[in-house]
């Protein structure tokens, strides 16, 4: 087996050959002068199972994982898998109005083109892994972002931003061992919205909330101003997927947050949690 | 029979409207805040042939056409051309080297997955319509510049770049009813190469060199300079696919270049000649 690193995920490919011990593939990925991307694989890959990691994130990333894929399939290997530690235009995952596309289906026809099977990470809805035409699985990044939090956080409690994503806060709960509750909104009025945990208490509490992905943070910031206000001691967002788009950082610090923490699907500075391990048992 | 113009192409589908006599769709086309797309046609096309235009340049320019073809789908059109102005990654069109994918074909296949057609305008290799598991087409936009060479700038011989390239200069010469020539490379030391046309004398004459794609111009400037050095009066450049990438514009200028041309195939300032009347007869 062979592991190639993907510009977006090279850490990741490396951590991955260290938890399989195989080798990293070595490859080239720069940019003609006029932008478009030249990909070339070095080493021999011929009938071997090939492992791409690769983030499909921007826009220009799945135009580089298409490539590889080609390059990986015409240097002759014998099995693709893709792992794509985070996908792309998963969040439109449906029609929400007509003439819409679905965006995460059109990535999985095109990327399962080429490959014999896919890996993700907590995809935003599970049932995307059906657009894949080929072979689909996901892991789940919340058990190395629970270990992370209960060796050095101190944690109370926490927290989904909302009832549906309640399970990832419960399974987080159960590794540290702490309680778990969701933000709950109220509409108080035509345009008031108070937001709080639905049952538990938050006074002098450390408490995380977890989410699967944070983009702008809007409504994170909004859970966090909330909690401080009822009189949480420290409030930590941790998620798997951080995109951090444009203010979103500067949000959530000025809400109140005392630690951001991601993984590493995206790279950037809050990384702090490897998503390696949890890939590696599904290859 | 509908039309929707992509980012890349809403100039040249809304001439195309004008040729065919049809109507242009209305969509929308933005970027969310994490800048991934999002697209919605706005009238109803389903069971109506429907052609997508879109240049696939660059990366993102490609992924808002899979995204288009989608929606396209899924709006239940009965039949969809895509119409590819300038089809990006065309002169990666087989493995120079071992390790490289064969990008055209990577992105004629992609692109084949949600369409019935394909037509593209002077691709730098005619074999990559090969790629494509549709039925593909091209045209030509060697009459249009012609024409347009015809009406206003009195030349009086057409260059190919090389040799190779002669064919498209020969074709535009029918039409003006001028000479032609390619410019042949001579290498006069180790290092030295002088290039100059293999058979006509310039002195005095106007000169218009025709080529598919200028890219980043290096190429050109040469041919220009050697031109005026041999006493052109006149030098006008003329491609279908004007990329013009870095400093191009530039180099082409300070070489003595008197007039640069191109079709809107790729919009700039330079786009003065329309690829939709070409591209009309195909569909």
Tied chains: 1, 2.
Excluded at 27 to 53: G, Q, T
Excluded at 259 to 267: G, V
Excluded at 269 to 280: E, G, H, L, Q, T
């Amino acid at each position: 087996m062979y592991i190639i690193g993907g510009t977006t995920s090279e850490k990741v490919a490396k951590d991955l050959c260290k938890e399989l011990q195989v080798s990293l593939v070595k490859m080239i990925s720069k940019r003609f002068p006029d932008d478009e991307l030249y990909i070339r694989i070095l080493d021999d890959i011929s009938k071997e199972h090939v492992v791409i990691i690769q983030t499909t994130y921007p826009d220009q990333k799945i135009i580089e994982l298409f490539l590889l894929q080609e390059a990986v399939r015409e240097a002759g290997a014998k099995k693709i898998t893709v792992v794509i530690p985070y996908f792309g235009y998963a969040r439109q995952d449906k029609k929400f109005k007509d003439g819409e596309p679905v965006s995460a289906k059109t990535m999985a026809k095109l990327i399962s083109l080429n490959a014999d099977k896919v890996i993700t990470v907590d995809p935003h809805k599970e049932y995307i892994l059906d657009f894949f035409t080929i072979p689909a699985f996901s892991c789940s990044a919340v058990p190395e972002i629970a270990k992370y939090l209960n060796k050095k956080k101190n944690i109370d409690m926490v927290l989904a931003p909302d009832k549906g994503a309640l399970e990832r806060a419960k399974q987080a709960s159960t590794i540290i061992g702490c309680d778990f509750d969701y933000m709950e909104k109220t509409r108080i009025d035509g345009t008031t919205v108070k937001i709080k945990p639905k049952n538990l208490n938050v006074r002098n509490k450390n408490v995380a909330i977890i989410d699967d992905i944070i983009s702008t943070g809007g409504t994170m910031a909004k859970s966090i101003k909330e909690l401080k206000k009822h009189g949480a001691k420290r409030v930590l967002v941790a998620c798997t997927h951080g995109l951090f788009a444009g203010e979103a950082i500067k949000k959530l610090k000025s809400a109140g947050c005392d630690e951001i923490i991601s993984t590493d699907t995206i790279r950037s500075d809050f990384s702090k949690v490897k998503i390696a391990p949890c890939i590696s048992k599904l290859i």
